[in-house]
Nanobody, 124 residues
Framework: QVQLVESGGGSVQSGGSLRLSCAAS????????MGWFRQAPGKEREGVAH???????RYANSVKGRFTISQDNAKNTLYLEMNSLKPEDTAMYYC??????????????????WGQGTQVTVSS
């Protein structure tokens, strides 16, 4: 059974940095893509960044130039480096994974598996 466990959230001041991690287990193959999402109180969940097995990345306009998504395939871990954080980045951050293998996947990244989330709070 696939499990995703996020860590690295916390409270920082505006302009600060955090690095989120998402440890994946239960996979017996390389999956097609993974991503980070966030949800602020009273708002819908939104996609933040995605990374595909071939190295392609996608970012929401609101985080371009400030956030970097990466993955360590050997450790089955997904990362989100967040710099120049703003109060509007405050949210619960979730990682998600596409269940399709890297060979079978195509098109947009699906979110078949979810982690439990890690809270990021940015104060002004």
């Amino acid at each position: 059974q696939v499990q995703l466990v996020e860590s690295g959230g916390g409270s920082v001041q505006s302009g600060g940095s955090l690095r989120l991690s998402c440890a994946a287990s239960g996979y017996t193959y390389s999956n097609y893509c993974m991503g980070w999402f966030r949800q602020a109180p009273g708002k819908e969940r939104e996609g933040v960044a995605h990374i595909f097995r071939d190295g392609r990345t996608r970012y929401a306009n609101s985080v371009k130039g400030r956030f970097t998504i990466s993955q360590d395939n050997a450790k089955n871990t997904l990362y989100l480096e967040m710099n120049s954080l703003k109060p509007e980045d405050t949210a619960m951050y979730y990682c998600a994974a596409d269940r399709r293998s890297a060979l079978a996947g195509w098109g947009t990244c699906r979110s078949d598996y979810w982690g439990q989330g890690t809270q990021v709070t940015v104060s002004s």
